[in-house]
């Protein structure tokens, strides 16, 4: 499976930002989609998971209520909508895959990395 990570730029606080990611291979054999983030200095963190068929939706609370998580299975493609955005929210976002069955908020969990992209939120 590969993922391609794909919105980031600069946005002001307040902002919004979509992120895409675009998943190849064998989709198949996933079950979970996820977002994840790692500022500067600090530990990769869980933003928000959804499930493939189900579209279940997880979230950090600290995202919860600002960001969506949704899936186009037409195009193999997961978003990441975050509005509201803060300085804080600045960070390199990561798409990853997992196989499942059960969703984690551990990024030991998931089997697949797409690449990064950096989301900069400027006060």
């Known amino acids: 499976v590969q993922l391609q990570a794909s919105g980031g730029g600069l946005v002001q606080a307040g902002g919004y930002r979509r992120l895409s990611c675009a998943a190849s291979?064998?989709?198949?054999?996933?079950?979970?989609m996820g977002w994840f983030r790692q500022a500067p200095g600090k530990e990769r963190e869980f933003v928000a998971a959804?499930?493939?068929?189900?579209?279940?939706?997880y979230y950090a609370d600290s995202v919860k209520g600002r960001f969506t998580i949704s899936r186009d299975s037409t195009k193999n493609t997961v978003y990441l909508q975050m509005n509201s955005l803060k300085p804080e929210d600045t960070a390199v976002y990561y798409c990853?895959?997992?196989?499942?069955?059960?969703?984690?908020?551990?990024?030991?969990?998931?089997?697949?990395w797409g690449q990064g992209t950096l989301v900069t939120v400027s006060s």
């Open positions: 291979g064998q989709t198949f054999s996933t079950d979970i």
């Open positions: 959804i499930r493939w068929i189900t579209t279940t939706t």
């Open positions: 990853a895959a997992d196989r499942g069955p059960t969703p984690s908020r551990l990024h030991q969990d998931y089997d697949y």
